[in-house]
């Protein structure tokens, strides 16, 4: 079975700086992983994906995330935080080979850029 | 272009009553999705369709839930009998066809349901 865990709730972090969303995975065989992002009574949207290639993807409004397949992980970083990165953010896997199948997401970690 | 449409935004209901909800994909996505968002509880999948195979109903929480999908586009998920664990966000996604499953999800901004 696949299962994606993202340890932190909350992340906080100071306007300009780094930020650093954790995520770790569990799949059979290698995995395709996504991170979404959810503003205030929005839908999901799209940030990136990881399907293969390059262990640093990539993706929209600045971020990008590390593939790391020793330590399961697919971390969301962004160098300068904005406020407006204010927002819920899920991990997500598939298994490879498995199809169009459901994405298995994460709990969700809501960052929090103060100004 | 038109992206996964829901409707209603918000639903309020008294415990009891029948609630249908409705998505209607992005065009030529033949897969489709609904996941069900409660607070704490991340995105949790109900049910799956893909073209014209039977649906992957491993997620539906009870057999009070049930979704289908007419002419291979839109669907609708309904719940009978609604209970105050019902209320959640219920999102719908959909997703081209995408070969070896790279494809990522694209999502409508959900129903809003509160069971009274």
């Known amino acids: 079975a696949q299962s994606v865990a993202q340890p932190e709730d909350q992340v906080n972090v100071a306007e300009g700086n780094p930020l650093t969303v954790k995520c770790t995975y569990s799949?059979?065989?290698?995995?395709?992983l996504f991170w979404y992002v959810q503003y205030p009574n929005r839908g999901l949207q799209f940030l990136l994906k990881?399907?293969?290639?390059?262990?640093l993807v990539k993706g929209s409004y600045g971020f990008e995330a590390e593939f790391n397949k020793s330590q399961t992980s697919f971390h969301l970083k962004k160098p300068s935080a904005l406020v407006s990165d204010s927002a819920l953010y899920f991990c997500?896997?598939?298994?490879?080979?498995?199809?169009?199948?459901?994405?298995?997401f994460g709990k969700g970690t809501r960052l929090s850029v103060i100004a | 272009g038109a992206g996964v449409s829901q409707s209603p935004s918000n639903k309020v209901t008294e415990k009891g009553k029948d609630v249908e909800l409705r998505c209607d994909p992005i065009?030529?996505?033949?897969?489709l999705y609904w996941y069900r968002q409660s607070l704490g509880q991340g995105l949790e999948f109900l049910i799956y369709?893909?073209?014209?195979?039977?649906?992957?109903k491993s997620g539906l929480p009870s057999d009070r839930f049930s979704a289908e999908r007419t002419g291979g586009s839109v669907s609708t998920l309904t719940i009978q009998r609604t209970q105050q664990e019902d209320s959640a966000v219920y999102l719908c996604?959909?997703?081209?066809?995408?070969?070896?499953?790279?494809?990522?999800?694209?999502f409508g901004e959900g129903s809003r349901l509160t069971v009274l």
């Open positions: 996604a959909s997703s081209y066809p995408a070969a070896a499953n790279t494809g990522e999800l694209f």
């Open positions: 799949v059979s065989g290698n995995p395709y």
């Open positions: 990881y399907i293969t290639g390059d262990n």
């Open positions: 997500a896997v598939r298994a490879l080979n498995s199809g169009n199948t459901p994405l298995v």
């Open positions: 065009s030529g996505h033949t897969a």
């Open positions: 369709f893909q073209g014209n195979s039977a649906p992957d």
